[in-house]
């Protein structure tokens, strides 16, 4: 009987690594995700601004 509890006590020690692991592995991914977006939209804006600079070069032609 002491063995049953024992196993089930590794058991439950094990899920909660593995638990903790992944929720570890999803904030990393949902900072990753947060990154590219906030990247993204600092491109957005410049490659705005640049199409705005080219023309309005191109109309004072």
Not at 12 to 32: C, F, H
Not at 50 to 60: F, I, Q, R
């Amino acid at each position: 009987m002491e063995s049953v509890a024992a196993g089930s006590e590794e058991l439950n020690a094990s899920v909660r690594e593995i638990s903790e692991a992944m929720m570890k592995s999803r904030d990393t991914a949902m900072s990753a995700v947060d990154q590219v977006a906030s990247a993204d939209t600092q491109a957005s804006r410049r490659s705005d601004a640049a199409n705005l600079t080219y023309c309005s070069g191109v109309w004072a032609l």
